[in-house]
T-cell receptor, first 115, second 114 residues
């Protein structure tokens, strides 16, 4: 059973470009979470999605950021008009069920660098 | 709102010595508690978790943690560390009811000295 897959692993964008980060959850998992890790900091929750639904987006910046988890295909975190402050590692996690007691399985992350 | 405090940002320890990584949390509701490990350039891997029951929890790689409700702590311990334990360690909490998101501490970088 393959783990959580994220691609690309490294992404370089110039200011003003768009960044698209993909996450394929573990097989059988329908709950996806995105976290952002800024340099020298812990992970901060961004958004929680189930198939075709955004459940909790309380950690998402109000502008330029969006996320989706379509019925088919990976979850996508999209950052429009990137700025230097968006440079960070973005981690996706998945779990088989809802509920805080369930382990979240993390992917290897996408390291975004904005020039 | 919840918060997690890891007071020690870096902990150097000699190989085969014991180690304790501290974690304190603050929450208005009961929580589940987790320790994750992050090796360089990798994602996070669950070491152990406390959901209920015995306050002493054993995890992978010889680690254990003890939940102390009165002190709102969940310190991680290992009696004898190995070079391969060099990594970043994160303490995290989640709500018992709803709100599946994890709230993380800022991490402790454990460095093992040969």
């Amino acid at each position: 059973n393959a783990g959580v897959m994220q691609n690309p692993r490294h992404l370089v964008r110039r200011r003003g470009q768009e960044a698209r980060l993909r996450c394929s959850p573990m097989k059988g998992h329908s709950h996806v979470y995105w976290y952002r890790q800024l340099p020298e900091e812990g992970l901060k929750f961004m958004v929680y999605l189930q198939k075709e639904n955004i459940i909790d987006e309380s950690g998402m910046p109000k502008e330029r950021f969006s996320a989706e988890f379509p019925k088919e295909g990976p979850s996508i975190l999209r950052i429009q008009q990137v700025v230097r402050g968006d440079s960070a590692a973005y981690f996706c996690a998945s779990s088989p069920e809802a509920g805080g007691r369930n382990e979240q399985f993390f992917g290897p992350g996408t390291r975004l660098t904005v020039l | 709102a919840q918060s997690v405090t890891q007071l020690d940002s870096q902990v150097p320890v000699f190989e085969e010595a014991p180690v304790e990584l501290r974690c304190n949390y603050s929450s208005s509701v009961s929580v589940y508690l987790f320790w994750y490990v992050q090796y360089p350039n990798q994602g996070l891997q669950l070491l152990l978790k406390y959901l209920s029951g015995s306050t002493l929890v054993k995890g992978i790689n010889g680690f254990e943690a003890e939940f102390n409700k009165s002190q709102t702590s969940f310190h991680l311990r290992k009696p004898s560390v190995h070079i391969s334990d060099t990594a970043e360690y994160f303490c995290a909490v989640s709500d018992l009811v709803g709100n599946e998101k994890l709230t993380f501490g800022t991490g402790t970088r454990l460095t093992i000295i040969p």
